[in-house]
């Protein structure tokens, strides 16, 4: 009889948590696979690719193993114009999202669309590949896996690019810095309307891990910033030195993102920099220093660009 209470106790408690994780867990999870996946969530899985944040494919946090959406304006294959089109480009060897490899992500007619029009079960992470969002006649949004059907490679296609936007490894950087411990990407169906867009739809998720909807707002929502603020100047100067834009933010700096070079590959000099900045703040100069645009393959380029991407 002896500690009689204290096993009662151990088997309530453990009960209790167990149901507590099967109400917050299993049940969320239930209602969402039953959802079908939007258009939204099909270009965010295609733009994000597969697992975001430390995985065994990426255990620094650096943005690898994700793909590159472009926009295109000319067929790459044909080189003939063609209506503005984002395209989503795997290289080889590039994991794809859960919505290419496991079955019951999409939603069951999305699955089908997915399948029999768009002939994504021909797709290959080994050898990569491009893919499109499209929308039947009956507005049903699927994949289409461009390089079967259009016959699209993966290097063509980034050939061809009048844009490249490096959004899924920027998505990494967004995690790794920890800008969703302040901004949200979540807005609540309350006068949220009326400054942050739209709230997202359940089905807008599938597929995508993590979600990234933050814990606390310090700051604002980023759910459809791109679509608010599109200026990549604008971006670049906010994330070198907040104050520059908006002068009593307390967002930190990412200055550090910018590595050692510039876009034009010349060296950047933080200490400089904050030298002469310093002076525009006493007021000996009338002018900020200039910031250096980030390189094409900078951690400040990738974080730039997933944060344009939000709309």
Known sequence: MAFREYRIGCWMFGFALSLSMF??????????????STKIALEKQLTYGWETGFNYYDPFLQGKDKPVKVVLTKDPMTGKAIDKTDAFVFPAGTHFPSGLTHDGILGDDVQKASEELGKIGQADEAQGGVFLVRSTADDVPYIEFATATKGWTADATLKAADEKLLAGSGKTMFVREGCWWCHTLLPEQTQDWQS??????????NGES?????????????????????????MVMHFFNPRLVQPHSIMPRYDYLWGDVDADGNAVDLPGWDEKYLAYARGESIYPPAVPMPAADSEARKLIDFVINLK
């Open 23 to 36: 109400v917050t867990i299993i049940l969320p999870g239930l209602d969402i696979s039953s959802m079908s």
């Open 196 to 205: 942050f867009g739209r709230p997202p739809l359940v089905g807008d998720f």
């Open 210 to 234: 993590p979600t990234t909807f933050g814990s606390d707002r310090k700051a604002p929502d980023l759910l459809h910033v791109g679509s608010r603020n599109s200026s990549r100047e604008w």
